[in-house]
């Protein structure tokens, strides 16, 4: 008698992956970064309301370290994009889990009454000139910013993370 082979599991075809970007790769998904291409015919996700207790603290504990930020980005990027090669259709997807990877690791520091905002661009790398330029109204003794870029033989990676007080 032959045996019938038994259906991979979905836990087996994901170890077979190679890439963390592949486009066959089930998205990492977070509240922020949904939006309607990304989920059709559901209804909008709706964040449970938090109740937040007056703490009578004006200033943070922990202020955001810009050079503490740009370490956690470099290390990201580096280690992310590395072995990849670009490809057009899976560049949105891999924007999205770099962002939540480096705004997780950044969340991780413990920045108190801090919003963290990370944008990441990813191209690919064809002997053109690029320049990422952002403006907005901080407040310059509580908020700050930090940014870094990686590139290899086919790709370029930038991504850029505010730390926003929010009293």
Do not use: W
């Amino acid at each position: 008698k032959k045996k019938k082979k038994k259906p991979m599991s979905l836990l087996d075809q994901n170890l077979r992956r190679t890439s963390l970007f592949s486009i066959s790769r089930p998205e990492i998904s977070a509240t922020s970064q949904i939006d309607s291409s990304d989920v059709p015919d559901h209804e909008p996700l709706k964040r449970p309301i938090t109740p937040l207790e007056n703490t009578y603290r004006i200033d943070t504990e922990k202020t955001f370290s810009a050079s503490a930020v740009k370490r956690v980005i470099e290390e990201v990027l580096e280690g992310q994009l590395e072995e990849e090669k670009y490809d057009p259709r899976a560049s949105k997807q891999m924007a999205k889990t770099l962002s939540t990877i480096i705004t997780n690791r950044v969340k991780g520091l413990k920045y108190d009454r801090y919003k963290i905002v990370t944008i990441v661009s990813i191209g690919q790398k064809a002997e053109q000139g690029i320049t990422v330029a952002s403006r907005c109204l901080f407040d310059k003794e509580k908020d700050n910013f930090a940014s870094a870029s990686y590139q290899n033989a086919f790709l370029y990676g930038v991504a850029t993370v505010y730390g926003l007080y929010f009293e």
